[in-house]
């Protein structure tokens, strides 16, 4: 514990900092803010399916729910700082409802896949339906596929009209991911986060230590939930519109792929990747020759048969065979993550 | 009366999409343990096929029950051939590859034919009960449920392929020991499962507008009528569509469709929480 606060967390922030310095000058700041917002996506699911073993179907349920918790307390509070705190504690406790329900009840991993994946439908149906004048929260019309525009956007907390936007609100969704990220770093050292790994690992042997694996899975299921709430609140600000799109298939597929390709088990993996897949999207969207989403598919298929175990886990073990001294190489790849409790239970 | 009449033909025909729709779906999923997520789009591509055909002066039953089969059976064949044989018994890589084909597929149809809706007339004229009007096709569509279920029990049940097929669905370590290769019944049975996802896109066509992105509308539906059904193939299937259709139905009449699905879907979501080790249990069954 001590060695992460003084030796990882300087180097990782003195790491951040130039990047964060150095990105502008290469990215315009308005697409840079959003793959800042993706990288905090893929890190949510990151988070519980890499370090967790739990295979989220409906990350983009909590993403949507964070914008739309966001653009909903926005409308009816007009400052921003409360609706933010509620757009980050809404998805945690629908995740840890959602959670106690599947984990207590002990589904596993195809079962888990369904039940979230249900459940995105469930709420992509619904918003989608509300286009009707009757459903109102407070002052906020749901507006079914229209989405809800016009809400208060980010500003100084107390000041509602000092707006935090364009390069400002880069270096604050920024400064965010770098402290989810510290965060996320300092729980996954810490004992729970060494038993989250445990039970990713093998469930029933931890179970039969005398932890309690369902309270620890929805908990941690919960902080991945409150990450993706607060990515949702971030781009709803950045977009300045939700719809329910947000909480469509497509959403949650593109998460899912970013966390392949990045590489799951890492920390970095899953921003790297929705960031890097992010941008190429943002490039192959300005050209009209060949479709975006055969793309996508044909990087996920490709990354499944030929890579399952990501680009920067790849890249870590080809550095260690080039320059490394000759370390232990962790045993834990992707596929045990993604496969590993199928095998045994 | 005449109301009732309605309900029951349209809770007959929920129930009887149900079968189609999962169909393909199950068998994949049921002999070989495979979730294909590209199922949607495998619908969506006989949807396609059957208008194409159409288009160029087929008939529309010709196009339905056997062009539309075969050509998507044929991609299907392609695929296992390509992707999904290097990923047998890795069951969350083959749902993530064939995600990644559903897009490919979504990708591909929208280059070939737009982003736009085509569609073609349903072949069957309606016919009126007292004040309400009912679709024709719908009992056609019934009826295809009816003849697929009993078709599938009776190669399953009395033929040898169907002998040997549930023999490496229980033990295919058995089954390659006496001589059958695994992987061409996986093969075989992959061609089947698409063949069927095809016909039930190009049966279901005429009912829907179709678009590229079609087959999200089925997935999730089957997805879950597959998991909820359970080990064995055609009760499973069955029942969980009897359910499910019926429960659709039901919300669908008392308030709105919207709320049919949002219906269907908590239902399944119920049915889960409720059994989940009793269907572990037996969904495992013939691995194990």
């Known amino acids: 514990m001590a060695s992460f606060w003084a030796k990882e967390a300087p180097a990782t922030l003195l790491v951040a900092a130039l990047l964060i310095w150095v990105m502008p000058m290469m990215i315009g700041t308005y697409t840079l803010t959003v793959l800042v917002i993706y990288g905090m996506l893929g890190f949510s699911l990151g988070l519980i399916w890499g370090f967790g073993g739990i295979l989220c179907f409906g990350q983009a349920a909590f993403f949507g729910l964070g914008a739309y918790t966001y653009a909903i307390a926005a409308i009816n509070i007009g400052d921003s700082t409360l609706p933010m705190l509620m757009a980050v504690l809404v998805p945690a406790v629908f995740a840890a409802l959602l959670g106690a329900m599947m984990f207590y009840g002990r589904l596993t991993d195809v079962y888990l896949g369904v039940i979230t994946l249900v459940v995105t439908l469930i709420l992509f149906k619904f918003i989608n339906s509300t286009a009707g004048p009757d459903y109102v929260v407070g002052k906020a019309r749901l507006g079914g596929f229209n989405g809800i525009p016009g809400f208060q956007t980010l500003n100084v907390p107390g000041r509602p009209d000092d707006y935090i936007l364009g390069d400002p609100f880069y270096y604050f969704c920024a400064v965010l991911l770098l402290i989810v990220y510290l965060l996320v770093s300092w729980l996954l050292k810490s004992s729970f986060g060494r038993m989250a790994i445990g039970i990713r690992e093998n469930e029933t042997r931890v179970a039969l230590m005398g932890y309690d694996v369902r309270a620890r899975k929805t908990v941690l299921f919960s902080i991945g939930a409150a990450i993706a709430g607060l990515a949702g609140a971030l781009f709803a600000n950045w977009g300045e519109i939700v719809t329910p799109n947000l909480f469509s298939l497509g959403q949650s597929a593109e998460i899912i792929i970013w966390c392949i390709v990045g590489g799951l088990g890492t920390r970095v993996g899953p921003i790297v990747g929705a960031a890097g897949l992010g941008y190429l999207k943002f490039l192959l969207g300005q050209q009209s020759m060949v479709d975006n989403t055969l793309l996508t598919g044909i990087i996920l298929v490709l990354f499944v048969l030929f890579l399952p175990k990501g680009l920067v886990p790849a890249v870590v073990s080809l550095w260690r065979i080039s320059f490394g001294q000759r370390r232990r190489i962790h045993k834990h790849g992707a596929r045990r993550i993604r496969s590993g409790s199928m095998g045994n239970g | ?288």
């Open chain 2, 1 to 288: 009366m005449d109301l009732v009449f309605v309900i029951i033909v349209e809770m007959f025909y929920a129930v009887a999409a149900l079968v189609l729709i999962s169909a393909g779906l199950a068998v994949v999923f049921g002999m070989m343990k495979i979730i294909n997520l590209a199922h949607g789009e495998f619908m969506m591509m006989g949807g396609y096929a059957t208008i194409t055909a159409v288009k160029l002066g087929a008939n529309v039953f010709i196009a339905m029950l056997i062009i539309a089969p075969l050509v998507v059976g044929l991609i299907g064949l392609v695929v296992e051939r390509l992707v999904i044989r290097h990923l047998y018994g890795r069951l969350v890589d083959t749902m993530l590859a064939t995600w990644g084909l559903s897009l490919f597929f979504i990708g591909l149809a929208t280059m070939i034919f737009g982003n736009t809706t085509t569609g073609i007339s349903t072949p069957i004229s309606g016919f009126t009960v007292g004040n309400y009007q009912v679709n024709g096709y719908n009992f056609f569509i019934i009826l295809v449920a009816i003849l697929l279920l009993g078709l599938m029990y009776a190669v399953l049940k009395g033929t040898r392929l169907g002998l040997i097929a549930r023999g490496a669905m229980q033990l295919p370590d058995m089954a390659a020991a006496l001589g059958y290769s695994p992987e061409r019944i996986y093969m075989a049975t992959f061609f089947c499962g698409s063949a069927l996802s095809g016909l039930a896109g190009a049966i279901l066509a005429p009912l829907v507008g179709l678009v590229p992105t079609s087959g999200g509308a089925y997935i999730a539906k089957a997805f879950i009528t597959v998991i909820a059904g359970g080990p064995s193939l055609i009760t499973g299937l069955m029942v969980s569509s009897g359910l499910f259709g019926f429960i659709s139905q039901i919300f669908t009449f008392a308030v709105s469709p919207v709320i049919g699905e949002v219906a269907l879907l908590l239902a399944a979501v119920v049915l889960l929480r409720l059994l989940p080790q009793g269907v572990t249990g037996k969904f495992f069954r013939g691995r194990m």
